[in-house]
T-cell receptor, first 114, second 115 residues
Framework: DSGVTQTPKHLITATGQRVTLRCSPR?????VYWYQQSLDQGLQFLIQ???????AKGNILERFSAQQFPDLHSELNLSSLELGDSALYFC?????????????FGPGTRLTVT | AQSVAQPEDQVNVAEGNPLTVKCTYS??????LFWYVQYPNRGLQFLLK??????LVKGSYGFEAEFNKSQTSFHLKKPSALVSDSALYFC?????????????FGTGTLLAVQP
C-alpha cells in the first residue's frame, strides 16, 4: 500500500458527461501528479500541483482541469467526455525534500466512457 | 527532450533463471532514472532509482539496476526470477529543468516467468 488513495475505483459514464476523480496524497507529501494510462498512449503525465499551486502541465486536454485543496487532496475534472477518454487515471505524490524524487502511485480510477 | 525506450514488449524467463529488462535513455545532462512495476489491476509500485553515486542500484524484492553512462542504459536485473515477478515493468526518467519532478515513462515490458 503506497499511502495514496483514489476514489472511485471504477467509473462508467456516457459521452458528453462530466466526472470528478479524487486523490489523497501520502501524509506529508505536498506534490500531487496526475497521469493517464491508455493502450494507445501509454502512461502520460497530465498535470502537477505543489502545495495548492499548479507546477507543471503535460498533455492535458482543455476539457480536463485539476486543483489541489488546502488539505492537499486533489481532484481531476473531466468534462464533455469522449470515448477516447476511457483510460486508467493515476494520481501520485512525492515529498518535497531535495532527495525525494520518486513518486508513489495510487491504485487508479478506471474510467469507461460509453 | 528527455525520453526512455524499452525495446522489448515482452520478456520470457524460466523461474530460477536470471532476468534482465532493458531500458535506454536520452537526456541532456545527468539523468534521474526509475523503475516501477505494475501488477494487474494495481497502481505502479516504485522499485528503485538512480540519482547519483554507485552505478549498481539495489531496490525492492531483490531487484537491482545497472546504470551505464556510455551505453545510456539502465537495465533492471534479478539473479533468480520468481513466478510472482510476472508483471508489467516501466522505466522512467525525470524531466530535467524547471521545478517539476514529472516522470516520462517508457512503453513498458511485460515480464512472464514460467514455472
Amino acid at each position: 500500500d503506497s499511502g495514496v488513495t483514489q476514489t472511485p475505483k471504477h467509473l462508467i459514464t456516457a459521452t458528453g458527461q462530466r466526472v470528478t476523480l479524487r486523490c489523497s496524497p501520502r501524509s506529508g507529501d505536498l506534490s500531487v501528479y496526475w497521469y493517464q494510462q491508455s493502450l494507445d498512449q501509454g502512461l502520460q503525465f497530465l498535470i502537477q500541483y505543489y502545495n495548492g499551486e499548479e507546477r507543471a502541465k503535460g498533455n492535458i486536454l482543455e476539457r480536463f482541469s485539476a486543483q489541489q485543496f488546502p488539505d492537499l487532496h486533489s481532484e481531476l475534472n473531466l468534462s464533455s467526455l469522449e470515448l477516447g477518454d476511457s483510460a486508467l487515471y493515476f494520481c501520485a505524490s512525492s515529498a518535497s525534500g531535495l532527495s525525494s524524487y520518486e513518486q508513489y502511485f495510487g491504485p487508479g480510477t478506471r474510467l469507461t466512457v460509453t | 527532450a528527455q525520453s526512455v525506450a524499452q525495446p522489448e514488449d515482452q520478456v520470457n524467463v524460466a523461474e530460477g533463471n536470471p532476468l534482465t529488462v532493458k531500458c535506454t535513455y536520452s537526456v541532456s545532462g545527468n539523468p534521474y532514472l526509475f523503475w516501477y512495476v505494475q501488477y494487474p489491476n494495481r497502481g505502479l509500485q516504485f522499485l528503485l532509482k538512480y540519482i547519483t553515486g554507485d552505478n549498481l542500484v539495489k531496490g525492492s524484492y531483490g531487484f537491482e539496476a545497472e546504470f551505464n553512462k556510455s551505453q545510456t542504459s539502465f537495465h533492471l536485473k534479478k539473479p533468480s526470477a520468481l513466478v510472482s515477478d510476472s508483471a508489467l515493468y516501466f522505466c522512467a526518467v525525470r524531466e530535467m529543468g524547471g521545478a517539476t519532478n514529472k516522470l516520462i515513462f517508457g512503453t513498458g515490458t511485460l515480464l512472464a516467468v514460467q514455472p
